[in-house]
C-alpha cells in the first residue's frame, strides 16, 4: 500500500478546502501546484489577476518588433545553419494553423536569410522515439520543441544544454512558472517553454437535448460523464464520451488523467502541493475509483467507442462532426477544425456538420470529489548539446530562432487555435486581441489553465504516461485484468522503474 | 615459396593442431581467391558482425531512462534471466508462434491452391495472375493503414457490411478485442503474402514432367492421386524453402502489427519483434531488447540452418 492510500474522506475535503483557497487567494497562478514558486517571480504579466476578462483587458495594449528584439541576440545578417525538429500542423490540424506556419517560415527567411534552415515536422506519436535513436547516433537537431512530458528525460541524460529565456533576449519572469518548473532538472533550466494550454470539455448540444439532457449544462462532475454517456447512448445509439486509450499515444494521458486527478488518485503525487515523486499513487482509491469510471464506461455501458483502445484524439473528429459523439476533451482548435471540416462537406453530410458546428458547446473540464483537475500542457524548446548534434551546434542561429519562435508575436501566432503563448509578454499583443476576437471558447480552455497539473518532473515520466498509464486502461477495458489488479499491476511497473533507478 | 615456408612453420610448432595447420594451409595456398572476397569480408564484418556484437554485448547491460548509453550498467544474464522469467515472455512467445504458424501456413495453402489453379492455360490467366501479385506488391505500411479503416470497430467498412446484411447486429470488434485482434491481423498478412509462396510454387510446378503426369492418368490416377504422388513430391524442395523463407519473414515481421495495433490492445497482438521495438524505442530498455533480439536470433539462425540444408538437399539430390 502507498502512502497516499491512507487519505481519507476528511483528507479529501481539506484538500478540497486548500484547492478552492487557493483558486480565490492566488487568483491564479499557472497551476495550484506551483503557487509558491509564482511569488518569486516579478512578471510583466500579474498572473494574480489571471481570469478570461483579464486576459481581454491586457490583450492589444503592447507593440513588439520581433526583427529589432533578436538582432539583439543574433545580428540579422548572421550566416550559420540550423536544424529544428518539432511537431507541427498536420492533416488533422485546422487550415489556418497550416497557413500561420507557412507565414512563420516565410518570415523566418525573410529576417535572417543566410541561416540555411533544415526543418523536421515530425509526428506527435513519432517524435520522442525519433530522437532517443538518433542522440544515440550522435544525429540529433541543434533545436528541438518538445512536448512538456518528454524533456526531463534528455535532461537527466545530458543531452540537453542548459538554457533559459534570458540566453535568447527574454526574462524568465515573462514565462508561466509551471511550465519552467516542469523542464527544471536538479536546479537547472533546460528548455524555454514556447507554449501552454489546458484543454476542455466539449459537447454537442443537440444530441444532449435530442437525448433529453440540458443541453446548455454539461456533465459538472465525472460521474455525471458516465451517466450522460449511458443515456445519450441508450436513446441514440451513438457513442457519449469520447474517450481514448491507445498505447504509446500522448492523446491516452491528457484525457485520463484530469479524471484520475480529479477523483483524487495520480501516478505519483505529483496533485499534491509539494510533489516529491517518491509516492505512487496508481493503486490509490482515487485512481482506482477513476478507472472504474472508464471501466463503466467502456465495459459495462459500451457508451463509448468501441475502438477507443485504438483511437487517438484524430479519430474522434470524424464521428463528432457526423453527430456520432456528443463529449470529448479537446484543445480550443477543435472548433477550428470542425468549422474547417463543415466546409469541406458536401450534400447532407454538410447539413449535419453545420448543426454539429451550430451546437458545439465548450466547458470546464468535469471536477471529481477531490478536484477539478487538467493537464497542464504545451511544449518546450530546447538545446542539444554540441557532441549529439549532427554536423554541429551553430550558437549564433540557434539563439536567433529561438528568439524568433519564442517572441511575444510568433509565440502567439504559432499557438493561435491550439495554445497560449509561452512568453506571457504574447497575451499583450494584437494577435492575442484578434484570437480572443474571432476563435471561439479561446477564454474557456485559457481558463482551465489555473487548474492545470503539470505531469511529474522525472526522467521517466513518458514511460508512467504514455505506456504504464495506457497499459493500466487497456489491462482494465479488455478484461484481462479486474479494475484493481489493472491498477495494483501499473503501481508495481511504476515501484520496479523507481527502484530500478 | 610461402607455402614451403608456411608448412615448415605449422610441422615445427606442436601447439598448432593437425585440423587448424590445415585451415590456415589452405587459406595461405589460396591466398589470392581470399584476397578477392576480402573487401566483401569486411563490409559484412562491419554491417552484420559489428552489430551482431554491439547486440549481444549490450544485452548484458541494463540502461535506466536516466543514463546515457555509454554509463549503462553491466547486469551479466540478468535480462535474459528477467525475460525467460516473465509472464509477458511467455504471452508474446505464444502469440509469435500462432502468428508465424498461422500466417506461414495459410498463406503457403492459399499459393499453393493459387499456383495449381493457375498452372492450367485458360481464358484470363495473366490477368488474374497480375491480380493476385497485387496485395505482394503493395506497401505493407499503405496496406496496413487500408486493412486498419476496413477493420474499424466503430466505422470500418466490414463491420457496416455485416450490419447491412445483417450477419451482425453491431460491428464486428476485430481490433479492440482481446481474442479477434491476433486472427485479424493473420488474416491481412496471408493476403499480403500468399502470393510470394504462389510465385515460388508456380515456379516449382514448372518442373513437373508432363510425361509422368500423363503415364500417371494413364495408369488410371485421378486428379487427387496424381497431385499426391507425382505434383508434390516434386514440389517438395520449392515448398520447403517458400515456408522456411515465409516462416522467417512472419518471424521478423513488424509493419503489420504495429502500425495496425502497436501490439495492443492490452499485448494481445504483441509479438517479439513489436515487444522488442518497443522495449527499446518506446521503453529504453535497450538491454532487454538487446537480449529478446538475441533470444530470437537464435531462432532465426535455426531457422537459418534448416533452410541452408534444405537449399543444399535439393542441389544434392540434382547432383545425385
Redesign the interface.
Known amino acids: 500500500m502507498t502512502k497516499i492510500d491512507g487519505r481519507d474522506a476528511t483528507a479529501f475535503r481539506l484538500q478540497r478546502r486548500e484547492l478552492v483557497a487557493y483558486s480565490i487567494a492566488a487568483l491564479m497562478s499557472t497551476t495550484m501546484v506551483f503557487t509558491a514558486t509564482t511569488a518569486s517571480y516579478a512578471q510583466s504579466i500579474d498572473l494574480s489577476k489571471w481570469s478570461p476578462e483579464y486576459v481581454k483587458s491586457i490583450a492589444g495594449t503592447e507593440e513588439f518588433d520581433t526583427a529589432a528584439e533578436c538582432a539583439k541576440v543574433t545580428p540579422l545578417d548572421y550566416k550559420g545553419k540550423l536544424s529544428y525538429w518539432w511537431t507541427g500542423p498536420n492533416d488533422a490540424s485546422p487550415d489556418i494553423e497550416r497557413k500561420i506556419n507557412d507565414d512563420f517560415w516565410a518570415a523566418w527567411k525573410a529576417t535572417y536569410p543566410n541561416i540555411e534552415t533544415d526543418a523536421q515536422n515530425i509526428d506527435y506519436n513519432v517524435l520522442l522515439d525519433k530522437l532517443r535513436t538518433a542522440l544515440l547516433g550522435n544525429a540529433g537537431p541543434m533545436v528541438l520543441r518538445l512536448q512538456i512530458l518528454g524533456g526531463i528525460e534528455f535532461s537527466s541524460k545530458g543531452y540537453f544544454q542548459p538554457l533559459k529565456p534570458e540566453d535568447v533576449g527574454y526574462a524568465s519572469a515573462d514565462f508561466w512558472p509551471g511550465a519552467l518548473k516542469s523542464d527544471t532538472y536538479e536546479g537547472v533550466l533546460y528548455g524555454i517553454p514556447t507554449n501552454n494550454e489546458t484543454m476542455a470539455f466539449i459537447w454537442n448540444a443537440k444530441i444532449f437535448n435530442d437525448a433529453g439532457l440540458d443541453g446548455e449544462h454539461p456533465p459538472a462532475t465525472w460521474d455525471e460523464v458516465v451517466k450522460d454517456s449511458k443515456i445519450i447512448h441508450d436513446k441514440l445509439g451513438i457513442a457519449g464520451y469520447g474517450m481514448v486509450a491507445k498505447q504509446n499515444a500522448g492523446n491516452t494521458p491528457f484525457r485520463f488523467m484530469p479524471q484520475m486527478w480529479a477523483y483524487g488518485g495520480g501516478t505519483l503525487d505529483e496533485s499534491t502541493d509539494a510533489p516529491t515523486y517518491e509516492t505512487v499513487m496508481l493503486n490509490s482509491a482515487g485512481a482506482k475509483a477513476a478507472l472504474q469510471a472508464s471501466y463503466d464506461m467502456y465495459v459495462r455501458d459500451k457508451s463509448v467507442p468501441v475502438s477507443a483502445l485504438t483511437n487517438t484524439q484524430n479519430e474522434n473528429q470524424q464521428p463528432f462532426i457526423a453527430g456520432q459523439l456528443a463529449m470529448m476533451i479537446a484543445h480550443p482548435s477543435e472548433y477550428a477544425k470542425m468549422k474547417d471540416l463543415a466546409s469541406k462537406a458536401t450534400g447532407a453530410d454538410k447539413a449535419v456538420a453545420d448543426a454539429v458546428v451550430e451546437n458545439m458547446r465548450y466547458g470546464l473540464i468535469p471536477e471529481g470529489p477531490a478536484r477539478r483537475a487538467v493537464v497542464f500542457g504545451g511544449s518546450n524548446m530546447h538545446f542539444i548539446k554540441n557532441e549529439y548534434v549532427d554536423g554541429g551546434f551553430d550558437a549564433g542561429a540557434a539563439k536567433a530562432f529561438a528568439c524568433f519562435w519564442n517572441s511575444p508575436e510568433w509565440s502567439t501566432k504559432l499557438a493561435w487555435t491550439g495554445s497560449n503563448p509561452g512568453n506571457l509578454r504574447g497575451f499583450k499583443t494584437k494577435w492575442m486581441k484578434e484570437r480572443l476576437d474571432t476563435i471561439k471558447f479561446l477564454d474557456v480552455t485559457t481558463s482551465m489553465l489555473p487548474n492545470g497539473i503539470p505531469f511529474p518532473v522525472v526522467p521517466y515520466a513518458t514511460e508512467i504516461m504514455n505506456h504504464i498509464v495506457p497499459d493500466m486502461l487497456q489491462n482494465a477495458l479488455t478484461e484481462k485484468m479486474t479494475v484493481d489488479e489493472a491498477a495494483e499491476d501499473a503501481a508495481k511497473k511504476v515501484q520496479d522503474l523507481m527502484a530500478g533507478m | 615459396m610461402s607455402t614451403v615456408t608456411g608448412q615448415a612453420a605449422f610441422a615445427g610448432d606442436p601447439a598448432v593442431s593437425p585440423r587448424r595447420a590445415g585451415l590456415l594451409r589452405r587459406i595461405v595456398n589460396h591466398r589470392a581467391d581470399y584476397l578477392y572476397v576480402l573487401p566483401a569480408i569486411v563490409v559484412m564484418l562491419v554491417v552484420i558482425g559489428y552489430p551482431i556484437y554491439y547486440t549481444i554485448e549490450l544485452s548484458l547491460f541494463?540502461t535506466?531512462?536516466?543514463?546515457?548509453?555509454k554509463d549503462k550498467i553491466f547486469v551479466g544474464l540478468d535480462n535474459y534471466v528477467t525475460i525467460l522469467r516473465s509472464a509477458s515472455f511467455r504471452d508474446v512467445t505464444l502469440n509469435t508462434l500462432i502468428w508465424t504458424a498461422g500466417s506461414t501456413l495459410f498463406a503457403f495453402l492459399l499459393g499453393l491452391g493459387a499456383a495449381l489453379s493457375l498452372h492450367r492455360e485458360f481464358m484470363g490467366r495473366g490477368v488474374l495472375r497480375a491480380l493476385l501479385l497485387i496485395p505482394y506488391v503493395v506497401s505493407a505500411v499503405a496496406a496496413s493503414y487500408v486493412w486498419?479503416w476496413l477493420y474499424?470497430?466503430?466505422?470500418g467498412v466490414i463491420g457496416a457490411l455485416a450490419v447491412q446484411f445483417q450477419l451482425s447486429d453491431r460491428?464486428i470488434?476485430f481490433?479492440?478485442?482481446?481474442h479477434s485482434v491476433l486472427p485479424s491481423l493473420i488474416v491481412v498478412n496471408i493476403w499480403k503474402e500468399f502470393s510470394f509462396a504462389m510465385i515460388m510454387l508456380m515456379a516449382g510446378l514448372q518442373t513437373v514432367p508432363d510425361q509422368l503426369l500423363r503415364a500417371a492418368q494413364v495408369d488410371g490416377a485421378n486428379a487427387w492421386q496424381r497431385f499426391w504422388h507425382v505434383t508434390f513430391p516434386h514440389l517438395k524442395s520449392v515448398s520447403m524453402v517458400t515456408v522456411l523463407l515465409l516462416m522467417v519473414a512472419n518471424f521478423n515481421s513488424f509493419i503489420i502489427p504495429w502500425i495496425m495495433?502497436?501490439?495492443?490492445?492490452?499485448?494481445?497482438s504483441d509479438i517479439w519483434i513489436t515487444q522488442i521495438y518497443?522495449l527499446a524505442?518506446?521503453?529504453?530498455r535497450y538491454g532487454v531488447a538487446s537480449a529478446y533480439s538475441v533470444i530470437l536470433f537464435i531462432v532465426m539462425m535455426t531457422l537459418g540452418y534448416f533452410y541452408v540444408r534444405a537449399l543444399t538437399r535439393g542441389d544434392e539430390a540434382r547432383a545425385g
Not at chain 2, 152 to 155: P, T
Request: charged fraction near 15%; aromatic fraction near 6%.
Open positions: 541494463k535506466p531512462p536516466n543514463l546515457q548509453m486498419k474499424h470497430s466503430d466505422f460491428p470488434n481490433l479492440d478485442n482481446l495495433t502497436g501490439g495492443g490492445p492490452a499485448g494481445a518497443n524505442f518506446g521503453r529504453q
